[in-house]
């Protein structure tokens, strides 16, 4: 019987369409791609498939931005440094699969260490040639910086604008950073030309589909995740803390190790998306840093509904399809409409649009488990 | 430690405040300030605005640092260097003047939160939920009248609801002691009459201090009184005794 409670508690009327198409899309793809003779439609396009994979990890990076933003009210202006970071995890990992297969053959280091004249691989890309090893950096290296992050920032009670600013800067400076060649990252060019993942050519319809599958179930995975913690008394204190944190705190929650779990939870999940989105773009390189794409993200989440997880993901996917669309047909126009949908959304659609959705028919069970007052940041 | 242990008023006391002094950027808000609280006792605090009664509940809840001075709680308790949450756990509640209570979860969760159990984040993520749980909301919710509202979000509460709501988190907090800012700022005369009543039957079973500006209210409660002026006591005692007294009158009338 638990076993039942707990799936009535994980998934809600909405949690049971988000997961039930995703799950049909991990199968149903890589199936119909496999058995559909190329051309039908049934069939999709390899690039469809690249494309919409793509968008999968932006949605468990929204996902994770949601938990934080969404439930703890904390407005993280910097999680595309998490992702970055889980993506340059398992960038290293596919430059190590390389071999001697680089323009300069040489076995043991990569061709832009190669080109900077290094001797040795630095103590940094150690382990990296096996996969479980860069699996568990590409959720430790984020990890680690958002406890560190939380362990000061939390601790000495940065709140509000005043905190979005440093995580602004936070991706910043990384971006900075790893833009230098002696931080031994590739510098400016990033790190690109993977050949295999696991022993898989990257190029490989059948590796693409794969990848496509896996970052579906890590999107139901992460929201599973997050669904077991918004529901828990954990995440009800989490909420509290949203709504009144000096009220949590006079009731003796320690508000501050809250706030580190959640934000260093929601790290390693952006971590993940990074780490499966590098694979299938075939590039990592400072430029994921860009306070923009992190920028971006949040908008992401305000489209879809901010504290619902799953109108994160919505809001993700459909601000990137209208991306993809508006860049090919309309590109100097983008920017605009980015910020006008911004503008209406904030101002129309306090929830987004799953709340609209939701408060379209009001017969369904309150889907939410409580959404954000609007005057919170 | 300052205070000799054998101190005989300060370890039978609740709550021992011996010349406490607070300064924000050379304001004086606390000036050797001392107060003694008996285990049991209710006690009502009075004084004009900017009389040191917020800073006050502030020194003794955690949330600002006294500049000198002891704090003790329970005989025994130093609370000059605990945080907010360690004082929270030792057992003292506190109830802000504003009602603050948390808009986007039900009455019941409201109250789930609040009842005493184990605060940190692994007991919460993964612990499971004590038996008697319902059992205690329902007493509070009983209590607090909020019976009816349970499922409403607190939100839609109305603004005396919301003060009972927040009373009753302090409630299924059971601390020892209960710091009630202004209670009944901004309340009907017949809700005002009505917490008077909520707060004499927790005062029962639990010590509290209330700080308040409804003279007709501290009346209602029939407690000691304590007269701040300028963070400092200026009189103690019953409230006519108080309020016969020269300096006392002074400071209110002169104003």
Not at chain 1, 36 to 54: N, Q, R, T
Not at chain 1, 66 to 75: E, M
Not at chain 2, 215 to 235: C, N, P
């Given at each position: 019987?638990?076993?039942?409670?707990?799936?009535?508690?994980?998934?809600?009327?909405?949690?049971?369409?988000?997961?039930?198409?995703?799950?049909?899309?991990?199968?149903?793809?890589?199936?119909?791609?496999?058995?559909?003779?190329?051309?039908?439609?049934?069939?999709?396009?390899?690039?469809?498939?690249?494309?919409?994979?793509?968008?999968?990890c932006f949605?468990l990076l929204?996902?994770s931005l949601?938990?934080?933003?969404?439930?703890?009210?904390?407005?993280s202006?910097g999680h595309g440094a998490f992702f970055a970071l889980g993506g340059y995890a398992m960038g290293m990992?596919?430059?190590?699969?390389?071999?001697?297969?680089?323009?300069?053959?040489?076995?043991?280091?990569?061709?832009?260490?190669?080109?900077?004249?290094?001797?040795?691989?630095?103590?940094?890309?150690?382990?990296?040639?096996?996969?479980?090893?860069?699996?568990?950096m590409a959720?430790?290296a984020p990890?680690?910086l958002a406890?560190?992050?939380?362990?000061?920032?939390?601790?000495?009670?940065?709140?509000?604008?005043?905190?979005?600013?440093?995580t602004?800067?936070m991706t910043y400076a990384l971006q900075l950073a790893f833009f230098?060649?002696?931080m031994?990252f590739g510098?400016?060019?990033g790190l690109?030309?993977?050949?295999?993942?696991?022993?898989?050519?990257?190029?490989?319809?059948?590796?693409?589909?794969?990848?496509?599958?896996?970052?579906?179930?890590?999107?139901?995975?992460?929201?599973?995740?997050?669904?077991?913690?918004?529901?828990?008394?954990?995440?009800?204190?989490?909420?509290?803390?949203?709504?009144?944190?000096?009220?949590?705190?006079?009731?003796?929650?320690?508000?501050?190790?809250?706030?580190?779990?959640?934000?260093?939870?929601?790290a390693m999940?952006a971590g993940v998306a990074g780490a499966l989105y590098v694979?299938?773009v075939?590039i990592i390189n400072p430029g994921e840093f860009a306070p923009i794409n992190s920028?971006e993200a949040?908008?992401?989440?305000?489209?879809?509904?901010?504290?619902?997880?799953?109108?994160?993901?919505?809001?993700?996917?459909?601000?990137?399809?209208?991306?993809?669309?508006?860049?090919?047909?309309?590109?100097?126009?983008?920017?605009?409409?980015?910020?006008?949908?911004?503008?209406?959304?904030?101002?129309?659609?306090?929830?987004?649009?799953?709340?609209?959705?939701?408060?379209?028919?009001?017969?369904?069970?309150?889907?939410?488990?409580?959404?954000?007052?609007?005057?919170?940041? | 430690?300052?205070?000799?242990?054998?101190?005989?008023?300060?370890?039978?006391?609740?709550?021992?405040?011996?010349?406490?002094?607070?300064?924000?950027?050379?304001?004086?808000?606390?000036?050797?300030?001392?107060?003694?609280?008996?285990?049991?006792?209710?006690?009502?605090?009075?004084?004009?605005?900017?009389?040191?009664?917020?800073?006050?509940?502030?020194?003794?809840?955690?949330?600002?640092?006294?500049?000198?001075?002891?704090?003790?709680?329970?005989?025994?308790?130093?609370?000059?260097?605990?945080?907010?949450?360690?004082?929270?756990?030792?057992?003292?509640?506190?109830?802000?003047?504003?009602?603050?209570?948390?808009?986007?979860?039900?009455?019941?969760?409201?109250?789930?939160?609040?009842?005493?159990?184990?605060?940190?984040?692994?007991?919460?993520?993964?612990?499971?939920?004590?038996?008697?749980?319902?059992?205690?909301?329902?007493?509070?919710?009983?209590?607090?009248?909020?019976?009816?509202?349970?499922?409403?979000?607190?939100?839609?509460?109305?603004?005396?609801?919301?003060?009972?709501?927040?009373?009753?988190?302090?409630?299924?907090?059971?601390?020892?002691?209960?710091?009630?800012?202004?209670?009944?700022?901004?309340?009907?005369?017949?809700?005002?009459?009505?917490?008077?009543?909520?707060?004499?039957?927790?005062?029962?079973?639990?010590?509290?201090?209330?700080?308040?500006?409804?003279?007709?209210?501290?009346?209602?409660?029939?407690?000691?009184?304590?007269?701040?002026?300028?963070?400092?006591?200026?009189?103690?005692?019953?409230?006519?005794?108080?309020?016969?007294?020269?300096?006392?009158?002074?400071?209110?009338?002169?104003?």
């Open positions: 019987m638990i076993g039942t409670e707990m799936t009535q508690r994980l998934l809600d009327r909405n949690g049971l369409v988000f997961v039930g198409l995703l799950l049909a899309a991990a199968i149903l793809v890589p199936l119909l791609a496999l058995v559909a003779p190329a051309g039908s439609l049934l069939h999709m396009p390899p690039y469809v498939v690249a494309l919409i994979g793509k968008y999968l949605a929204a996902l949601d938990l934080v933003w969404g439930y703890c009210g904390i407005l202006l990992y596919l430059m190590r699969q390389i071999g001697s297969r680089g323009v300069y053959a040489n076995p043991d280091l990569p061709d832009f260490m190669v080109f900077l004249n290094w001797k040795s691989l630095p103590l940094t890309w150690w382990g990296f040639s096996s996969f479980p090893y860069a699996a568990v959720l430790l990890g680690l406890f560190a992050f939380g362990w000061f920032a939390f601790r000495s009670r940065v709140t509000g604008v005043y905190l979005s600013i440093i602004q800067a230098r060649n002696d031994g510098g400016n060019n690109t030309d993977f050949k295999d993942i696991l022993g898989f050519n990257v190029q490989a319809e059948s590796t693409r589909l794969a990848l496509f599958s896996l970052s579906a179930l890590a999107l139901i995975a992460g929201y599973l995740i997050a669904r077991g913690i918004v529901t828990s008394k954990f995440g009800k204190v989490v909420i509290a803390i949203r709504d009144a944190e000096s009220r949590t705190r006079f009731l003796g929650y320690r508000v501050e190790t809250y706030k580190i779990v959640v934000f260093t939870v929601s999940m694979p299938q075939g920028i949040v908008i992401w989440v305000s489209v879809g509904g901010r504290g619902t997880l799953a109108g994160a993901a919505l809001g993700a996917l459909l601000v990137n399809f209208a991306k993809t669309w508006f860049t090919d047909a309309l590109p100097e126009l983008w920017l605009f409409a980015l910020g006008l949908l911004f503008i209406v959304v904030t101002v129309f659609m306090p929830k987004g649009i799953l709340g609209l959705l939701d408060s379209m028919k009001p017969l369904r069970s309150p889907p939410v488990i409580a959404s954000p007052t609007e005057a919170k940041q | 430690m300052s205070v000799a242990a054998d101190n005989p008023v300060l370890t039978s006391s609740l709550l021992y405040l011996d010349g406490v002094s607070v300064s924000f950027d050379g304001y004086k808000a606390l000036r050797e300030l001392s107060l003694v609280l008996a285990p049991g006792e209710m006690r009502a605090i009075i004084g004009p605005n900017g009389a040191g009664k917020t800073t006050m509940m502030d020194i003794i809840t955690g949330k600002t640092r006294a500049d000198s001075g002891d704090i003790y709680f329970a005989g025994s308790h130093d609370l000059s260097h605990l945080d907010e949450a360690a004082i929270a756990e030792l057992g003292v509640g506190r109830k802000f003047q504003k009602p603050t209570v948390f808009e986007s979860h039900t009455v019941d969760d409201n109250i789930l939160l609040a009842l005493k159990a184990p605060r940190s984040a692994i007991a919460t993520l993964f612990g499971r939920q004590p038996a008697n749980e319902r059992e205690r909301i329902d007493r509070i919710l009983e209590t607090t009248r909020l019976k009816d509202h349970r499922a409403r979000l607190a939100a839609d509460l109305s603004h005396g609801q919301k003060q009972w709501l927040e009373i009753g988190m302090l409630l299924a907090q059971d601390p020892k002691l209960l710091l009630v800012d202004e209670p009944v700022a901004g309340m009907t005369d017949a809700e005002t009459a009505q917490t008077a009543e909520l707060l004499r039957e927790i005062a029962r079973d639990h010590s509290v201090v209330v700080v308040e500006h409804d003279m007709a209210f501290v009346r209602d409660l029939g407690v000691k009184v304590t007269v701040l002026h300028e963070g400092s006591v200026l009189a103690e005692g019953a409230l006519d005794e108080v309020s016969a007294d020269p300096r006392v009158i002074e400071v209110y009338l002169g104003r």
